[in-house]
């Protein structure tokens, strides 16, 4: 019965919407007053209808995204420990940031879960003798174990390869050979940088195919570390957009792997003061990860840009997670965002402008090309400070911080971690994309006045 409930009305045509539209504005411009444009060159208009929506294209998904927990490795014995008590307290999987090879494998591991726990391993080195010892204990002792390596990353973020250009793709093909996972792609730096959404995808694309292009046969699974920022509809599609473009791409070069999104707030609108609003923030970005299909989740402590890794921190952002998988049931629909026409168009639009973006960049020599011709970085600061621009004149909102800010606010006792971009002046192959928040200037205003 409920099937044929209105079978008794006609359908109602885009056409038909627009012309009441229309009425009701009583003589107002259409698009000047409803359709507005985003940074990428979309046009948004208000309502989107399935007689103008045509889509063929299907996105694989999962509702099983899993909570990961970031631990940077400084004390072995101590981060073993943070692991347990994280996994026992919700987390699904850890990610560690280990800085030397000289780590112990068996103390780091130890008394850890082995079964449905995924340990990323985020080297902030490159060396196929270590890869190669970490495969050998996965194997031996039944951990699942993936490794984040990731050459180009390094180049863009630090300004220098690892050793150059030649060494460093040598030591990864070697790593290939191991047939382990190996590869990630992090492209978190684009977005917390300041680069448009159309300008991410086609970074993370052509950063990705550098690897395509100087790996023979790639036969694991490829990792992109995102980012995703406030514009949820946007962030959604963007996800979406960067599982069609990587599946099309990798078609072209026989690599049968669906690639691994792991998704982590942006800290660019992240804010210093009013800082409980940055639970809200990361809580909406964390929806749009679950939604756009993201395969793991690392939330951002709300204090994370001012306080070093504390348990109170560590809690607040794994239990937000938690609510939204157990509460809200965020886990329990496969791709939930298709058939919306909006994020369906989105997410068209969004890979349509990234592959024309990236078939430049490709014509002109590829990501590394540009990289050391400084162009990515230009075009990057570029999308930046127009958005920097808006923030100052306060067309871009951040609330507690250009928008109603607490003038009692105190936080220059509050400070364990600088804030602020740090200046190391060096000797660099290329210019480093260098992240940055949009609230920096103003926060270094009021810590000199308190």
């Known amino acids: 019965m409920a099937e044929n409930l209105f079978n008794e009305f006609d359908p109602v045509t885009s056409k038909q919407w627009k012309q009441q539209i229309q009425y009701e504005l009583k003589g107002a411009d ?58 026992k307290r919700g987390a699904e999987s850890v990610r560690f940031t280990i800085e030397s090879e000289a780590i112990s494998l068996d103390e780091l591991m130890g008394n850890l879960p082995k079964e449905n726990v995924t340990y990323y391993f985020n080297l902030l080195f490159l060396s196929a003798e270590f890869v190669k010892k970490v495969g050998a204990f996965s194997t031996q002792n039944q951990f699942k174990i993936v490794i984040l390596q990731d050459a180009v990353g390094q180049l863009a973020k630090d300004g220098n390869w690892f050793a150059s250009l030649e060494k460093d793709f040598n030591e990864l093909k070697l790593i290939s050979d191991l047939n382990i996972p190996f590869l990630s792609c992090k492209t978190d730096l684009y977005q917390n940088a300041g680069a448009n959404i159309v300008q991410q995808l086609a970074y993370s694309l052509a ?14 699974q490829i990792t992109f570390e995102v980012s995703v920022g406030t514009n949820y509809f946007f962030e959604i599609s963007k996800l979406r957009a960067l599982r069609l473009l990587f599946s099309s791409l990798a078609k072209e070069y026989n690599h049968t792997f669906d690639c691994h999104i792991v998704v982590t707030p942006t800290k660019r609108n992240k804010t210093l003061y009013d800082y409980n609003v940055n639970m809200l923030r990361t809580t909406t970005e964390c929806m749009s990860a679950i939604l756009g299909g993201a395969d793991g989740i690392s939330n951002l402590g709300y204090d994370a840009i001012y306080h070093k890794d504390n348990e109170f921190g560590d809690r ?6 938690l609510v939204l998988k157990h509460e809200s049931y965020f886990n329990q629909v496969n791709n939930p965002a298709d058939g919306a026409y909006y994020i369906e168009t989105l997410t068209e639009q969004l890979a349509e402008k990234a592959l024309e973006l990236f078939k430049d960049i490709e014509a002109n020599g590829g990501l590394i090309t540009q990289l050391i011709e400084g162009t990515i970085q230009r075009k990057i600061n570029e999308s930046a400070q127009k958005e920097q621009d808006l923030f100052d004149s306060g067309k871009e909102v951040l609330l507690g911080t250009n928008k109603y800010p607490n003038k009692n606010d105190r936080m220059a006792n509050e400070l364990e ?21 949009l609230a920096e200037k103003l926060e270094h205003e009021r810590l000199a006045s308190e």
Do not use: M
């Open 30 to 87: 259409y698009n000047e007053t409803l359709v507005w444009e985003s940074p990428e060159g979309i046009k948004v208009k208000p309502f989107y209808h399935s007689d103008e929506c045509d889509f063929n294209f299907e996105l694989s998904g999962s509702n099983g995204f899993k909570i990961i927990q970031n631990i940077y490795v400084y004390d072995v014995k101590k981060s073993n420990e943070r692991a347990i008590d994280s996994l």
């Open 207 to 220: 950063h990705v195919n550098e690897y395509f292009n100087r790996i023979e046969n790639i036969s694991s």
């Open 316 to 321: 607040i952002a794994r239990n937000q997670l």
């Open 417 to 437: 971690l600088f804030p602020f971009v740090k200046n190391n002046p060096r000797k660099t192959l290329v210019t480093p994309i260098i992240e940055r928040r």
